[in-house]
């Protein structure tokens, strides 16, 4: 892992007398509080629009981006900086409560000789040097589809500094469950061929669901393909999550591993390949925005997603807080992932959550990690953004 002992050190006293919970609020206001100023006395029935834009994004998120599609980027990326600086991810300690207790599904014994499905994802470990806590890094069954384990979630924690945050990880067996990609109403914008939320059908069988990537008029440095329709030019050489027409997903570089074939249903693309080979980017350290985006106060350390495939197909997809691109790459890689890409930073977007179904028929969702702040129910309602749900096959 990253060494960030010189980070620290510095941030130790505030990780013993962390700030209150209400100055904490007061700080990720600041963006907010200044583009409403502005917005208020520049365009004020433009950014209602914004506000007042369906889905369950936030009041901060909404005027974030609106900010920035409307020329104050400068401002909003130094008030994100003053906001990260105050309120730095905590170091040291453990998790509060432990390794959290999943909503583990039971799974049907049956006929080795006869049961469906692929092997189970690798044991994960700690980072480097840290006893494992109870609990940790074991995969425990979340979703099963005729019986047999379909999503599986494990918990690690991040690195050896930020040792009180979870990341999650998701494992997804595409034998069992097959894949969609939705555009978000406002990016790419929608069509008819994919809804913007999860319909009332589509709640009867999806299992899992994460976000996508960057805004594609941002720095994802890609395209966005699906179903016949091209919303932004693939570009040769960028990572490139591909779905194809039986629900299964690749992931690779465009024109290289992966390309246009009869078969390839969609492709979201998003900056450079993370793990390639089963090995992760050695630019990941020293690579800049231009390569692994832009974050909040442009720091390392931050919520950040990925996904990934293994050699024999599975599906894993990482999220949670405190992530360095190398951390995020070290923790796809130790999950079997042999090529792998980074999807989306900073915590109003990196999302992901499974789902079961209630005794009375109702659809109970559950976040794959403790500090994450979009909730499954954002699903429910059309979303601004594009987003991955797997559906149990027939």
Not at 122 to 132: D, R
Not at 170 to 179: A, C, K, N, Q
Not at 240 to 265: F, I
Request: aromatic share 8%; net charge negative.
């Amino acid at each position: 892992m990253i060494s960030t002992s010189s980070q620290a050190a510095s941030r130790q006293h505030d990780s013993q007398h962390p700030p209150s919970r209400r100055r904490r609020r007061w700080w990720r206001l600041l963006p907010l509080l200044a583009v409403t100023v502005l917005a208020g006395t520049v365009v004020g029935p433009s950014v209602l629009g914004a506000l007042l834009a369906p889905g369950t994004d936030s009041v901060a998120a909404r005027l974030a981006e609106w900010g920035r599609d409307h020329g104050f980027d400068g401002l909003i990326t130094w008030l994100e900086k003053k906001q990260y600086e105050h309120d730095p991810p905590p170091t040291g300690g453990e998790p509060i409560g432990g390794i959290p207790r999943v909503a583990i599904a039971p799974v049907t014994p049956s006929d080795p000789a006869s049961a469906v499905g692929s092997s189970g994802p690798p044991a994960l470990h700690p980072p480097a040097g840290l006893p494992p806590l109870p609990g940790e890094g074991e995969w425990n069954t979340v979703a099963t589809v005729h019986g047999q384990p379909a999503v599986r979630v494990a918990h690690v924690r991040p690195d050896r500094d930020h040792t009180s945050l979870l990341v999650g990880v998701m494992w997804i067996d595409p034998t069992l469950v097959r894949g969609q990609l939705h555009p978000g109403f406002q990016d790419p914008g929608a069509t008819s061929l994919a809804a913007t939320s999860l319909t009332a059908a589509e709640q009867h069988t999806v299992v899992a669901v994460f976000n996508g990537g960057f805004r594609l008029n941002g720095a994802s440095h890609g395209g966005y393909f699906s179903q016949g329709h091209a919303a932004r030019p693939l570009v040769d050489g960028a990572a490139s999550l591909v779905l194809r027409t039986d629900g299964t997903a690749d992931v690779g570089s465009w024109n290289r591993e992966v390309r246009m074939e009869p078969d390839v249903v969609s492709v979201r693309q998003n900056l450079i390949p993370l793990v390639d080979g089963g090995q992760v980017n050695p630019t990941c350290q020293s690579g800049g925005a231009a390569q692994w985006g832009s974050t909040v106060g442009q720091a390392a350390f931050i919520h950040r997603s990925g996904f990934g495939v293994t050699a024999d197909g599975g599906e894993i997809y990482v999220g949670g807080p405190a992530l360095s691109v190398c951390n995020l790459g070290m923790i796809l890689q130790a999950a079997g992932v042999v090529r792998g890409m980074e999807l989306d930073i900073n915590p109003n977007w990196v999302s992901g959550a499974y789902f079961q179904p209630t005794s009375g028929g109702a659809l109970h969702g559950f976040r794959l990690f403790p500090d994450e702040r979009v909730a499954p129910e954002h699903y429910l309602s059309p979303s601004s953004r594009d987003w991955y749900a797997f559906y149990a096959r027939a």
